[in-house]
């Protein structure tokens, strides 16, 4: 089954990593993309790479989900057959630190809030008031992560940002209850792309031994699973898919064999 052919579908953090997998993905299903991202290279390259495999059309956003004026410019001003958008997939978001909560640095504290959170919300904003007025019965897929249920040391700032994103996505739930549109939070456990990298600030070493002894979720499975969602019959609703490897059991419980 193939409900998603000529859809549009626009995808926050598409640069890399599980943005990326999403949009190729959807492509491969025949939808046409928009890709927002900061890293403008990336996009231009991931664009050619669909359009040419996947015989889909493709548009840019080059942009930073915590500028709500350059957002609302970029939507207002989309290509006529890039308006009507019938899928939002909120994934742009990042950790910046292990460090306790009360010593975090206040710009790392901002750009974690600001774009986890406010990002989701200024999308929200700007993309769900479109669907209601085409009469498109969209999907809102928020990307959320087991660390919003499960706290852990270092970590409370980005799991309070996710704890956030699952209420946002409820709370849209129910603000959309007499539309055809769908609200779906994705809580991933471990997925091994550069979110640690970015998390400890280029310090790949420190990165990679996130991942050691134990075969992590890819970007491809998480893709896979926001995809299937999204491709279910529109009379179903699934408002909450938690994925987690086969060797983690929560947030903070793991086996690791080193």
Known sequence: MNNLKGKVVLV????????????????EHGSNLILMGRNEEALKELKEMIETKFSVNAFICVCDLRNFKVL????????????KIDILINNGGLALGLEKIYLNEEDDIDNVIDTNIKGILYMIKLIVPLMKENNIEGHVINMGSVAGNYAYAGGGIYCASKSAVKTISDGLRVDLVDTQIRVTTILPGMVETDFSLVRFKGDKERANNVY?????????????????????????????????????ASGTTLHKTI
């Open 12 to 27: 926050t953090g598409a640069s890399n990593g599980i943005g990326k997998s999403i949009a190729i993905k959807y492509a």
């Open 212 to 248: 050691k002894g134990i075969e992590a979720l890819t970007p491809e499975d998480v893709a896979g699973t926001v995809l299937y969602v999204s491709n279910l019959p529109k009379n179903i609703q699934i408002t909450d898919l938690t994925l987690m490897p086969v060797n983690q």
């Open 72 to 83: 609302k410019e970029k939507i207002e001003s989309l290509p006529d057959q890039f308006k």
